[in-house]
């Protein structure tokens, strides 16, 4: 079955940490540019973090610059996000997605249109 899972979201205390996986299964992540975006009540979905086809390159939201780090391990299929400093207002449904025809991080993140694949979603609450 062709899809992607996300896992390790949950409740935290504002100031502490997270980290977020993303496992494809059924295709392989090398061909693609992955990212993770959220989406809380009310607001526009955020492209939070993505990493292009090239090795070196990321792209992070200003919201998340010096506190998130995302990783590929295509080797693994799977993409991580480490979240610390959290704060309340990380509060969202994070869900990774990966598409096949776009190359650069920051044009995955900022691109407003559906993806080639899309997860499920899991939850993140900071309490202040």
């Known amino acids: 079955q062709v899809q992607l899972v996300e896992s390790g979201g949950g409740l935290v205390q504002a100031g502490g940490s997270l980290r977020l996986s993303c496992a494809a299964s059924g295709f392989g992540l090398d061909r693609y540019a992955v990212g993770w975006f959220r989406q809380a009540p009310g607001k526009d979905r955020e492209g939070v973090s993505c990493a292009g086809k090239d090795k070196d390159d990321t792209y992070y939201a200003d919201s998340v610059k010096g506190r998130f780090t995302i990783a590929r391990d295509d080797a693994q299929k799977t993409v991580y996000l480490q979240m610390n400093s959290l704060e309340p207002e990380d509060t969202a449904i994070y869900y990774c997605?990966?598409?096949?025809?776009?190359?650069?991080?920051?044009?995955?993140?900022?691109?407003?249109?559906?993806?080639?694949?899309r997860g499920q979603g899991t939850q993140v609450t900071v309490s202040s």
């Open positions: 997605a990966a598409d096949e025809f776009i190359s650069r991080a920051h044009h995955l993140c900022e691109w407003g249109g559906s993806h080639d694949y």
